[in-house]
């Protein structure tokens, strides 16, 4: 049976990869982006879906209520993805405010215009960061759902903070709500201050590679096709009112994913440079997956050591989407958070 879904932040990393992923999987959907355009939001990563006849792009703020609203008057969507969001902790510890706004305030009005329209579902795209972090010589502790909410960024608090208002909309109000906690995602359109892109445009110029503390940190990676996935899973067959936790078991240090972009483009470990550390930086982050593998069916599907290699690959066959990011106000960023790191 058709749909009409609304995905906000479509014109971000994981979001477009959801849209491109439904728009395929599903001819018959019809597939609403609402996007701010921020930095982090590029109209040329959805360039090949723009002309598609079941596409509709809107540019708006979440945090606007009359121009959601409106959207919803028009549509009547069955069910909203909510990714929109500010999403990288470096800048949420330079600059909170926006974080509490958009994360926060955006997801109030988005499940104000469910409740007044009516919908089938409302999805939350959330965090592993909520949970907050795992010691590194524990390599037996996993995040589960019942791990208690335990923030350490801004970032990650006003991530917690919205899920906690999407359960309270759920309790209070009965709104159909889901949340996904995913770990993290690589993949073609990572915007190029997330580690790993960051690393492979720094390696292909033979610049420093910026190494936060000592470069042990752990992160769970997670192909973003896989991420794409579950959320189609759980907005289709998930149970209301449940989170589920997205994950693969595929924990690596930072450094040593870091080493592999380096072997893989040819280039030394010589650039390779320890910097300041990142302020209340998580140590290790891993997820069970039980849940959503048990109730819905779902495992991962592309391994680390093929993924790793297809994301180098695109970025090698996409220059033109990373060098225009970076060669504008990415610039200044760069400067500022890594010049006298
Ligand atoms: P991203 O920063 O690449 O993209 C965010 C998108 O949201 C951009 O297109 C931006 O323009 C848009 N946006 C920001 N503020 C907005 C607003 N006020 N109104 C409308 N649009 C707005 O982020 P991402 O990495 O694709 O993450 C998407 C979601 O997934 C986020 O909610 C994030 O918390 C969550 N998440 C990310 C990861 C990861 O590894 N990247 C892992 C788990 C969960
Ligand atoms: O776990 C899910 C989260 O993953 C998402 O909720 C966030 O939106 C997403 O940005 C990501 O957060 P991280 O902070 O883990 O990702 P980031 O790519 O910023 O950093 C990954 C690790 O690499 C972290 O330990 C910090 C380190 N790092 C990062 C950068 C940008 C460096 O050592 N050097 C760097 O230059």
Same mark, same amino acid.
């Given at each position: 049976m058709?749909?009409t879904?609304i995905v906000?932040?479509g ?7 959801? /849209? ?5 999987k599903?001819p018959?959907?019809? &597939?609403? *982006? /609402?996007?701010?355009?921020t930095?982090?939001?590029?109209? $040329?990563?959805?360039k090949?879906?723009m ?5 509709r792009?809107?540019k708006?703020d979440? *945090?606007?209520r009359?121009?959601?609203f409106? /959207?919803f ?7 909203v993805v909510?990714f929109a969001?500010e999403?990288?902790v470096?800048? $949420?510890?330079?600059?909170?405010g926006v974080?509490l706004?958009t994360n926060i305030?955006?997801?109030q009005v ?6 007044k329209?009516?919908i089938?579902r409302?999805h939350q795209?959330?965090?592993d960061?909520?949970y907050?972090?795992?010691? @590194?010589?524990?390599?037996?502790l996993?995040?589960t759902?019942?791990t208690?909410i335990?923030?350490s960024s801004?970032y ?5 903070s919205?899920?906690l208002l999407v @359960?309270a909309?759920?309790?209070t109000f009965?709104l159909p709500?889901?949340?996904?906690r995913?770990s993290n995602?690589?993949?073609p359109?990572?915007?190029p201050e997330? @580690?790993i892109?960051? &690393?492979?445009a ?13 470069g042990?940190n752990?992160?769970d990676?997670?192909?973003?096709e896989?991420? *794409? ?10 149970r209301v009112?449940?989170v ?13 994913i870091v ?5 893989e483009?040819g280039k030394?470990?010589s650039l390779?440079?320890?910097?300041g550390?990142?302020?209340?930086h998580d140590l290790r982050y891993?997820i069970?997956p ?5 109730? @819905?069916g ?5 391994m680390?050591?093929d993924g790793?290699?297809?994301t180098i690959q695109?970025?090698?066959d996409?220059?033109?989407w990373w060098q225009e ?5 990415y610039?200044n960023y760069y400067?500022?958070m890594?010049?006298?790191?």
């Amino acid at each position: 049976m058709s749909k009409t879904i609304i995905v906000t932040g479509g014109a971000g990393f994981i979001g477009s990869n959801f /849209l491109f992923h439904m728009l395929k999987k599903y001819p018959d959907y019809r &597939m609403i *982006c /609402l996007d701010k355009l921020t930095y982090a939001g590029n109209l $040329s990563t959805l360039k090949t879906i723009m002309d598609h006849p079941n596409f509709r792009f809107v540019k708006a703020d979440i *945090c606007d209520r009359e121009a959601v609203f409106v /959207l919803f008057e028009e549509e009547h969507p069955d069910i909203v993805v909510n990714f929109a969001a500010e999403s990288h902790v470096d800048r $949420s510890i330079e600059n909170p405010g926006v974080f509490l706004e958009t994360n926060i305030m955006g997801t109030q009005v988005m499940m104000d215009a469910c409740r007044k329209y009516g919908i089938e579902r409302y999805h939350q795209v959330s965090t592993d960061e909520v949970y907050g972090d795992l010691p @590194l010589d524990r390599p037996d502790l996993f995040f589960t759902e019942e791990t208690p909410i335990h923030t350490s960024s801004p970032y990650s608090a006003s991530k917690a903070s919205a899920d906690l208002l999407v @359960l309270a909309y759920h309790r209070t109000f009965g709104l159909p709500v889901t949340i996904s906690r995913c770990s993290n995602n690589y993949g073609p359109y990572h915007f190029p201050e997330k @580690l790993i892109p960051l &690393m492979i445009a720094n390696a292909l110029a033979d610049k420093p590679l910026p190494v936060y503390g000592t470069g042990e940190n752990v992160r769970d990676w997670l192909y973003v096709e896989d991420h *794409c996935k579950a959320i189609d899973l759980i907005i289709h067959n998930g149970r209301v009112g449940e989170v589920y936790n997205i994950g693969g078991h595929n924990e690596m240090a930072n450094i040593d994913i870091v080493k592999i972009i380096c072997k893989e483009l040819g280039k030394p470990e010589s650039l390779i440079t320890y910097v300041g550390d990142r302020k209340g930086h998580d140590l290790r982050y891993a997820i069970d997956p039980t849940k959503i593998h048990n109730e @819905l069916g779902w495992l991962p599907e592309t391994m680390f050591k093929d993924g790793i290699k297809k994301t180098i690959q695109w970025y090698l066959d996409n220059k033109e989407w990373w060098q225009e990011i970076i060669s504008g106000e990415y610039q200044n960023y760069y400067e500022k958070m890594y010049a006298n790191r």
